[in-house]
C-alpha cells in the first residue's frame, strides 16, 4: 500500500500553515526513540520492510508516527527485545496511573 | 508527565510509546538524556535555514554553485553541515527553462541536514501519489503556474540519494547580502513547490 | 545504547549504506537505454509500481550502494551501483501527460535490464 505513485483518487494536497515538527508529545517520543534505536543499531535496516508490512487499510488510515509506532514495535518484539504482552500490560498500568 | 490535556485518557500510541520507552529505559536499551539531545537536533536546531544558507551562498559564488551541483554532500560540508539523511546529496537547479520537484513515493525520503524533518503534506498520500503523475497539477495547488515549454523533473528519492532545489534567485534582488538573501529562501522553494519571490519569508513555512 | 555523548556524532556522521566501488561492474552507463524489471516481490523492495516495465535512459551513475531488497531480509548487503534513470512523462502517463517533463528515479544494477 505504501507503493502510491500515480495512484489516483486521494485528492488535493493539504498544507498547514506554520506547521509544528510534532503535532503532539506522542509523536516526539516515537521519532526520539526510533532514531536511537536505529542508531544502536536494534533496527538492521528493516524499518522500512516493516511499515510496508502494515495491513493495507491501517497504513491510509494511521497517521505517519503512527506507522513509525508499529514499525519499531514489531522490530523490537520479532527481535525478542520486548514481548506484546510486556508493551500492553504497562500500557495499560499507565493509562490506569493517569484516570 | 502528561502535556496535554490533564484528565482526558490518553490515546492509544501516546501510552504505547511511553511504555516502550518506559521498557527500553529499564532494559538498558536507551538513555533518556540521549533521546531528549537527539531529538531537540531535529526539533530547534536543524531546519530549512540550513538550506538558505548553502543556497544564499550559491547564489552570491559562482565557484561555490558549480561545486555544490557537481557534489552536493561535499559542497555543504563546506559550511558545515551533513549527517543523517544527508550522507548523499544532489543538489538540482531550477532554470527559466528547468523546474525540479522533490518527493519520495515510497515513504519520505527529505535531505534532513538541509531541511530538517519533512511537513505533513510532503509525506501525504495526495502529494506522494501525485507529484509524478500530476507534478503541474500539484504545483498549481501551491500557487504556481508553470508554461507548457517549461520542463519539469520530479526526482522520486527512492534509494538513498537526497535531493534539494536550488531555486532561481529573483530578480531585483542585486544589491541584497547574503544574509538579506538567505532570509527570503523558503522551505517549499527548496522542495520546489515553490519558487522564491522578493515577498518569500524563510521564516513561514511557505 | 545511544549515549548522550555519542549523540552530536552520530547525527553529524549519519549512517551512509554507500559501499566502496572497486571490484562492483556497472552494467550501465549514462545515456543508455533501459527498461525498469517487470516484478512484483513480495519482499521489500524500492522499484516504485509505476516504473515497472517502462524505458528510460541512464541520466547518473550514483555509485555503489547495499541493495535493500536482499539486507532488509538479512540476505546480505549485495553492493552494486544505483543510477539516477530518466522516464519520460508521457512513457509513464500517457499522452495526457505533459510532453516537456520527465521523472528521475535512482534504481539499483538489478532493477534494470538494456532496452
Known sequence: MHDLGGTQGFGPVEMEVDEPVFHADWERRAYRLTISSMMAGHLNGRFRHAIERMDPTGYLESSYYEHWLHALETLLIEKG?????????????????AS | ????????????????????????????????????????????????????????????????????????????????????????????????????????????????????????????????????SDPRGVLREFGLELAPNVEIRVWDSSAEIRYLVLPERPKGTEHMSEAQLAELITRDSMIGVTKVTLDSKAGSQA | MLRPEDVEQAVKTGGSTRRPEEGITPCF?????????????????????????????????????????????GLGDKPQHVYSVRFEARQLWGDTACGADAVYIDLWDDYLEPA
Open chain 2, 1 to 132: 508527565m502528561s502535556t496535554n490535556h490533564h484528565n482526558a485518557p490518553e490515546s492509544e500510541p501516546a501510552l504505547r510509546v511511553k511504555a516502550l520507552e518506559l521498557l527500553l529505559t529499564e532494559k538498558g536499551l536507551v538513555d533518556p538524556q540521549a533521546l531528549d539531545l537527539l531529538v531537540d537536533t531535529y526539533e530547534n536546531k536543524v531546519g530549512p535555514k540550513n538550506g538558505a544558507q548553502v543556497v544564499a551562498r550559491a547564489w552570491v559564488d559562482p565557484a561555490y554553485k558549480a561545486r555544490l551541483l557537481s557534489n552536493g554532500t561535499a559542497a555543504i560540508a563546506e559550511l558545515g553541515f551533513s549527517g543523517m539523511q544527508g550522507e548523499d546529496l544532489v543538489v538540482v537547479e531550477n532554470t527559466p527553462e528547468v523546474h525540479n520537484l522533490i518527493v519520495c513515493t515510497l515513504c519520505s525520503c527529505y535531505p534532513w541536514p538541509m531541511l530538517g524533518l519533512p511537513p505533513v503534506w510532503y509525506k501525504s498520500a495526495p502529494y506522494r501519489s501525485r507529484a509524478v
Open chain 1, 81 to 97: 527485545v520486548i514481548t506484546e504482552k510486556e508493551l500492553s500490560n504497562r500500557a495499560a498500568e499507565l493509562a490506569k496511573g
Open chain 3, 29 to 73: 552507463k549514462p545515456g543508455d537505454t533501459v527498461r525498469a524489471r517487470n516484478r512484483n516481490p513480495v519482499g521489500h523492495t524500492r522499484l516504485a509500481r509505476y516504473a515497472r516495465g517502462k524505458q528510460g535512459v541512464i541520466h547518473h551513475d550514483h555509485g555503489v550502494f547495499v541493495f535493500p531488497d536482499t539486507s532488509a531480509h
